[in-house]
């Protein structure tokens, strides 16, 4: 059973002809899916893990080389260290060229990407923005 109805789904579609945004990312905006069902989605088809983060579950170490400020320029907050040296991180879309890229120099020694929603992303770099102002 889908998830749209058939006439839902043909307006996305020719609203896609006009626009050139995903489907996905147009059925979000019309409000037909939510993004979490549609980042799970997404997740599955590029086989990446699917996270919502919370500022508990980061790992002090990854955010020694970064800010708030540049994880909110570039949507993504990195989670953790894996055994093979790569850093966990999470986006919100795994096509965003400019937060790869700024991953990739970020992290030097490797990186794997998952996704997530951005109001999550966005909630972990507020809490680590809060804990950076946090008298020592």
């Known amino acids: 059973q889908g998830l749209t109805s058939e006439d ?11 626009d050139r945004r995903p489907i996905g990312r147009i059925l979000v905006d019309m409000g037909l899916i939510n993004e979490r069902i549609l980042l799970r989605n997404l997740a599955s088809q590029a086989q990446a893990a699917y996270i919502e983060p919370n500022f508990a579950m980061i790992e002090p170490e990854v955010l020694t ?27 919100s879309d795994l096509a965003d060229a400019t ?25 972990c770099i507020e809490d680590f923005r809060r804990y950076r102002q946090q008298p020592k």
């Open 65 to 91: 080389r970064t800010s708030p400020d540049y994880l909110a320029r570039f949507g993504f907050v990195p989670i953790l260290r894996q055994e093979n040296g790569k850093t966990l991180v999470v986006v």
């Open 99 to 123: 937060a790869l890229q700024a991953i990739e120099e970020l992290y030097r020694d490797g990186y794997v990407a998952a996704l997530g929603p951005q109001d999550t992303i966005r909630a």
């Open 8 to 18: 839902a789904l043909q307006t996305a579609l020719r609203q896609q002809k006009t």
